[in-house]
């Protein structure tokens, strides 16, 4: 469900035609949908109204501060990794007590940060984080708040990248050594367990994985409890796929049903960190057409964004729809649609059924508002793209397109060299 759709003819976002804003801030440019965003937070968060539950929003699937600021008006909390996440949740407005800093790897400098900033808890990874974590307490004079990430062994049936939640994966803390390390954290003043948290993967489509986490999670909960500790947030991380082609995700409804009907004995508050069902299909990656050519065997369709400003189709082989921005019922042809960075893996999609385009003609990379932004790079010197947030018959430019000097602003030439 999105708010992007033809209008006599010509694609809009809401009520602002995709042309204009082109026309203001050039191509490439990601254009998102405040309108889609509160749709899916709003849906998402009312499907668990029965239980008490704090929706994490997971800050690194799109992490612009204005679409933080769309989703604390709502009510939102935050999922992050990292410092940064954490400035740019704060900057938003989202409360720190509503804020689960997960991740394998957190610097003794980040934990800081957070504990000062007294966020809600720290998902822990590994016995040696929280032994830091309890470093960091101890200088700070503050107990931390925190939950272990077990690592339940579920096969979450999704790209092997992002797949997080099997024995093999970096992530989480093996059930079995999970009890021993909150036994050993009960003798640690600094150390406060609250709760217990899972993430098994991205892009799920079914409920299954989900049900047998959770499954695991209970019987652990169980035995924190006969440990005398009273755990009170259960996380149970994100993950819940959205439709890019023709999958078949389980409604938020759905998903929530299976968690409510498993967890509403526990007397926890649920924590769920969703980001791509949030943020996903509601954003666009507008690109225009620079040429078109045929080899023998192939015709290729060369845009101007590329795997710099979206690299899903290269490192997840992701489908992405693309579609143009003026509604044609000109003849189909089979195109790979690339882009201009000089690797072969630079698509966007390949032996695509696409209308044919002429060059300036614009196409619209649809469901591109998750991990789209946020994993661009500069890959050959390229600045990044602006971000543009459409409420209603109103659009805002939140973050402007990078500039050259920009991108050699923090370099310098050593004397020596000049
Ligand atoms: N919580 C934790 C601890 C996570 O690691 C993630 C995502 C989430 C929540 C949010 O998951 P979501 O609801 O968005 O599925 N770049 C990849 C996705 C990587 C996901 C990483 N972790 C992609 O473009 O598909």
Redesign the pocket.
């Known amino acids: 469900m999105h708010y992007f759709g033809y209008k006599n003819g010509e694609l809009y976002c809401e009520e602002v035609p995709i042309k204009k804003i082109v026309k203001e801030v050039g191509t490439p440019a990601y254009i998102y949908s405040a309108k889609t965003i509160r749709r899916h937070f709003k849906v998402f968060d009312s499907s668990f109204k029965s239980i008490d539950h704090i929706i994490c929003y ?1 800050v ?2 799109n992490s612009n501060i204005a679409v933080l600021s769309v989703l604390k008006h709502l009510g939102a909390g935050a ?1 992050i ?1 990292s410092g940064g996440e954490l400035k740019r949740a704060l900057k938003a407005g989202i409360p720190p007590e509503k804020i689960a800093f ?1 991740g394998v790897g957190k610097t003794l400098e980040e934990m800081e940060m957070a504990l000062s900033a007294g966020i809600l808890m720290f998902n822990v990874e590994s016995l040696e984080e929280l032994e830091a974590l309890a470093e960091v307490a101890k200088k700070l004079n503050k107990p931390a708040p925190f939950a272990l990430r077990v690592n339940p062994d579920v096969d979450p049936q999704t790209h092997p990248y ?1 797949s ?1 939640g099997l024995k093999k994966n970096k992530f989480g803390i093996p059930e079995e050594l999970v009890i021993p390390i909150y036994k050993k954290a009960k003798e640690n003043p600094y150390l406060k367990p609250v709760g217990l948290d899972a ?1 098994i993967g ?2 799920i489509t079914s409920i299954a994985p989900f049900k047998d986490a959770l499954y695991r999670l209970k019987k652990i909960w169980e035995e924190l409890i006969n440990l005398g500790l009273e755990p009170k947030y259960l996380d149970l ?4 796929g959205i439709i890019y082609n023709e999958e078949e995700p389980p409604l938020p409804q759905e998903y929530a049903e299976a968690i409510i009907q498993e967890a509403k004995d526990l007397k926890a508050t649920i924590i769920l ?5 949030i943020v996903g299909n509601a954003g666009i990656l507008v690109t225009k057409v620079l040429y078109t050519k045929e080899n023998i065997s192939k015709k290729f369709v060369i845009v101007d964004a590329g795997m710099n400003d979206l690299i ?1 189709p290269a490192f ?1 082989q ?1 489908y992405h729809k693309i579609i143009p921005v003026e509604e044609t019922f000109a003849e189909e042809e089979v195109v790979d649609v690339v882009g201009p960075i000089c690797e072969s893996s630079d698509f966007l999609a390949k032996e695509r059924k696409l209308p044919r385009v002429k060059r300036g003609d614009l196409l619209a990379v649809m469901s591109a508002g ?2 789209g932004f946020v ?1 661009s790079s500069n890959y050959n010197s390229r600045p990044r793209c602006p971000e543009i947030l459409v409420d209603g018959n109103k659009y805002f430019v939140v973050r402007r397109r990078e500039t050259i000097e920009d991108l050699i602003a923090l370099e310098s030439i050593p004397a020596p060299y000049l």
């Open positions: 997971s690194k699937a999922d990794v997960s992002i997080t993430h991205s892009q991380g994100g993950g819940l960190e969703p980001g791509r069902v899903r997840y992701a998750a991990y994993m």
